[in-house]
Nanobody, 115 residues
Framework: QVQLVESGGDLVQPGGSLRLSCVAS????????MGWYRQTPGNERDWVAE???????NYADSVKGRFTISRDSAKNTVWLQMNSLKPEDTAVYYC?????????WGQGTQVTVSS
């Protein structure tokens, strides 16, 4: 079993930056893709970004060029650097570890972009 703990969510003004962190424990996840989803009240979770064990990355169109995902497999950690934040980025951000039997999920961290 893998436990994921996110941190770094906060209130930030439009145009600002935040860095989210997610640490996995309980088992090594160095070979698994890791990434982030986000969710606003009343809506489904939207995929944001993913990083593979080899460092390859993918991004949703809505965040491409503004967000950067990275990982340190030795530390079982994934980060999401978010720049040029917009009010529409406001959401609870969830870290995940992908696996064939179903993803592991964190509890989420709130990001609010508002002036």
């Amino acid at each position: 079993q893998v436990q994921l703990v996110e941190s770094g969510g906060d209130l930030v003004q439009p145009g600002g930056s935040l860095r989210l962190s997610c640490v996995a424990s309980g088992s090594t996840v160095s070979r698994n893709p890791m990434g982030w989803y986000r969710q606003t009240p009343g809506n489904e979770r939207d995929w944001v970004a993913e990083v593979f064990s080899g460092g390859e990355t993918n991004y949703a169109d809505s965040v491409k060029g503004r967000f950067t995902i990275s990982r340190d497999s030795a530390k079982n950690t994934v980060w999401l650097q978010m720049n040029s934040l917009k009010p529409e980025d406001t959401a609870v951000y969830y870290c995940y570890v992908a696996r064939s039997g179903g993803n592991f999920w964190g509890q989420g961290t709130q990001v609010t972009v508002s002036s």
